[in-house]
């Protein structure tokens, strides 16, 4: 399987290629804090769409840095985060074992 870059940076904001007009004209950049690169929303009819480098060359790191962006930014939104149980196992009983009940909590601020 593979991926596609579908976030990208548009005036300093996060953006879903659905949410930009075809091709240079979206004017975004790659959200890859270390190359920023013109990006082109590819939105045809065959593929999927998504944004590619202008350069023709992938930095390498779009894809988890718009997922990093794209995480930070719901925090930022919903204020709450839940984690399920965390399960592990257990040497005395050799069986595996809830180590902790699921968490939940507030957000008061994401950097
Ligand atoms: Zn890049």
């Known amino acids: 399987m593979t991926s596609n870059l579908t976030y990208a940076i548009h005036k300093n ?11 240079l004209d979206c ?3 790659c959200p890859n804090s270390n190359c920023k ?12 769409h ?8 992938d930095c ?5 840095s718009s997922l990093h962006l ?5 925090l930022r939104k919903t204020k709450v985060f839940a984690l399920p149980d965390l399960i592990g196992y257990e040497l005395k009983s050799n ?3 809830k180590v902790a009940n699921k968490l939940t909590g507030k957000i008061e601020k994401v950097e």
Not at 37 to 48: D, E, P, T
Not at 50 to 57: G, K, M, N, Q, V
Request: aromatic share 4%; glycine share 10%.
């Open 60 to 64: 390498g790191g779009a894809i988890e």
């Open 70 to 74: 794209l995480a930070k930014d719901i």
């Open 13 to 23: 904001e996060l953006v879903h290629i659905s949410q930009v007009t075809s091709g």
């Open 27 to 29: 004017n975004c950049i």
């Open 95 to 97: 069986r595996t074992a």
């Open 37 to 48: 690169g013109k990006l082109v929303a590819r939105k045809g009819k065959v593929k999927s």
């Open 50 to 57: 998504h944004f590619a480098h202008y350069s023709l060359e």
